[in-house]
């Protein structure tokens, strides 16, 4: 038997059936490249320790750098994963003398925990990267539409009138949550197991800190044993990115029924769009169902994931290579639907005519006008409630003789003998002079959106700051890792 991993202990082959069911090479594509500097960082080290000597370590980083540029298809794909693949055709290329040496001081289980951080914290970097993207649309959007009118909902029922500003920036601070979870799961996902070994570390005398650090870990995390059994980090992103998701599913569904010709609020560029097979006049949203839809995938990735980890005792289990598969597909399927999102935002056509007329559809303004009853005629609210509730039942425009003749009947004198007068009640029948009332912080009132947006920016720019520090710290530490591999060789 070739196998170098079966060939000790084992004495016969697996069957395609079961090779087919315990592999995890399909999903170790994913991690080919980390897997690469891992193995870099520790032959190194190995080196450095003098556990191994310099000439092995020159060889295997040439050997190693060898299927760095041949990409994994040179890889045997018979093998369970890429870990032993990838060290087999490391023995091809040097022989075993060198290339048995590299694994010294290590397992598959410290290695594989690593490479998923590795390749996770890419897939956080570009997410975020994506995100900032679409949460500065929105905020861009926005600030051409401070004076936008438009009707809020609740219970999807016409409320109150708002503007188009306010509306959008309050996915684009649900999206702002997202980025910051993110942001903090990434302090999580990028510290280092490796030299965890199986789980009770090594005898050899290998430095764990050194590794971390040519790796671009912000440190080497500290119990061997929880730092091979653990996922956590994988339930905390995908939960992150599940958020995420059902942020965006809200958009889409808002972009779905505002497309309707019954709101008929917005209309998406026709590259986002689809059409009929059937009816030649359709305009689908399809892109943005797909992404209401996605979401189904995302939260079913999460349920995975947490469902594998219960109940596992320490340490590893190979059901942890499950796992896997379902932060993959969870990562890259948020990043898409981000990008999407941005690109349905950044065309989107806004019909402010049909949204200005629809503000004061269903007596948005009835809110306003109980107010104002309560400001100029000095009546107690739930009064003015049940004034205003009585008259929306036969009219959304009431005049003040309406008002007085209702007043009179449940209170027994008329607000304009209290100080209410003609003109404040149109003005809180005005949607726009209602929206400027809304001057409280976190309101619609385009002077204080004004503010929101400029405070907004700044978070922003804050933010990608950040996010850029963490790209950099990364790049600089895989530089730095290859120049060293150069060097060695
Ligand atoms: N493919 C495995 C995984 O994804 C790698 C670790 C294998 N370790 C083991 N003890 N079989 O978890």
């Known amino acids: ?49 003098e556990i191994i000597s310099a000439e092995d370590c020159s060889k295997i980083l040439f050997g190693l750098l060898q ?20 060290e087999s055709r490391l023995i091809d290329l040097i022989g075993e003398e060198a290339g048995g040496r590299m694994h010294s001081g290590r397992s598959r289980n410290d290695e594989v925990a690593t490479c998923i951080r590795f390749a996770l914290r890419g897939e956080l970097l570009s997410l975020l990267e994506d995100l900032m993207k679409l949460d ?28 188009f500003a306010h509306h959008l920036m309050a996915h684009a601070d649900a999206l702002e949550r997202d980025i910051s979870r993110l942001i ?41 044993m929880d730092a091979v059994s653990s996922r956590d980090f994988l339930i905390e992103c995908a939960a992150a990115f599940s958020n995420t998701m059902i942020n965006l599913s809200r958009m889409a569904e808002e972009l779905i029924l505002w497309s309707s010709q019954e709101f008929n609020f917005v209309e998406l560029d026709d590259t986002y769009a689809s059409t009929s097979s059937i009816m030649p006049q359709k305009k689908n949203p399809d892109t943005a169902e797909l992404m209401r839809g996605k979401s189904g995938t995302v939260v079913g990735a999460f349920a995975a994931l947490i469902t594998i980890c219960k109940g596992l005792p320490l340490s590893y289990n190979r059901d942890l290579q499950e796992a896997t598969p379902h932060i993959i597909k969870s990562a890259h399927v948020t990043d898409a639907s981000v990008r ?38 000095g009546i107690p609210f739930r009064t003015a409630h049940q004034i205003v509730g009585t008259l929306s039942r036969t009219t959304t425009t009431p005049t003040l003789q309406e008002i007085d003749s209702v007043s009179s009947e449940i209170l027994g004198f ?3 003998d209290k100080g209410l007068t003609e003109a404040a009640v149109s003005g809180a ?5 209602n929206v400027e009332r809304r001057l409280v912080v976190g309101g619609p009132a385009p002077i204080q959106m004004r503010d929101d947006l400029t405070e907004k920016k700044r978070r922003l720019s804050a933010l990608q700051k950040q996010i850029w520090d963490m790209d950099l710290a990364i790049e600089r530490a895989l530089d730095n890792l290859e120049e060293e591999v150069k060097k060695a060789i």
Request: overall charge negative.
């Open 184 to 224: 903090s799961a990434y302090g999580r996902v990028n510290i280092c197991p490796l030299g965890s070994a199986a789980f009770a570390s090594t005898g050899f005398p290998i430095n764990r800190y050194v590794t971390a650090e040519r790796l671009g870990f912000s440190g080497a995390m500290t119990n061997s």
């Open 429 to 433: 029948l005005d949607p726009m002079s």
């Open 136 to 163: 500065t649309t929105l905020t861009t959007l926005a600030s051409e539409h401070i004076h936008t009118l438009m009707p809020g909902f609740t219970h999807l029922q016409h409320a109150q009138p708002t503007t």
């Open 414 to 416: 008329k607000l304009s």
């Open 1 to 49: 038997m070739s196998d170098i991993l079966r060939r000790g202990r084992l004495s016969k082959n697996p069957g395609e059936e079961m090779r087919a069911y315990t592999s995890s090479m399909e999903a170790d594509k994913w991690i080919f490249e980390a897997d690469v500097y891992v193995d870099m960082a520790h032959t190194l080290m190995l080196s450095e320790q």
């Open 340 to 377: 999407m999102m941005t690109g349905i935002m950044d065309t989107l056509a806004v019909n402010t005519g049909i949204m200005d007329a629809q503000s004061v559809a269903g007596f948005t303004t009835a809110t306003e006008l109980a107010d104002t009853m309560v400001r100029d005629a």
């Open 67 to 86: 299927i760095k540029e041949e990409g994994m298809d040179m890889l045997d794909f018979s093998y369970e994963d890429i870990h032993i693949s990838l």
